[in-house]
């Protein structure tokens, strides 16, 4: 659990505070003249809103993990469903009212942040049983 959570922080602020950081950074350069502008503060808040993103992503997935308990092991794979339905829904939510332009790059984002998700608990997984 403590290794999913880590792991959800740290993916967090690579993938969805580094990775935002440099999405906002191009949706500025395209839809405006001005080039983009970095400061320290603003992109250790995103960093850091990316570490919170990915925190909560982790809490989802051991809540997706927790609500299969009761089916059979060959479904196991349904958590990672679960959690991929749950960050998609909270994505579009965050998105909404925003430009079009935006889930262009924010969308891949999300996916990343999923699908390393997956991997980590699946090497873990593997690892332990090993």
Do not use: C, E
Not at 60 to 73: D, E, N, Q, T
Not at 80 to 86: E, K, M
Request: proline share 3%; hydrophobic share 60%; net charge positive.
């Amino acid at each position: 659990m403590l290794r999913l959570i880590v792991a959800g922080a740290s993916l967090g602020a690579v993938i969805l505070g580094v990775g935002a950081r440099i999405a906002m950074a191009a949706i500025q350069a395209k839809s405006h003249t001005t080039p983009p502008r970095f400061t320290i503060f603003g992109s250790l808040t995103i960093v850091g809103l990316g570490i919170a993103a990915g925190l909560g992503g982790a809490v989802l997935a051991l809540v997706a993990r927790w609500s299969i308990r009761f089916l059979p092991a060959s479904l196991n794979s349904v958590q990672y469903l679960l959690l991929a339905v749950a960050l998609w829904f909270l994505t579009l939510r965050g998105l909404h009212g925003t430009a079009a332009v935006s889930g262009i790059y924010f969308i891949p984002l999300i996916v990343a942040y999923a699908v390393g998700m997956y991997w980590l608990d699946r090497h873990w997984s593997q690892a332990a049983s090993t």
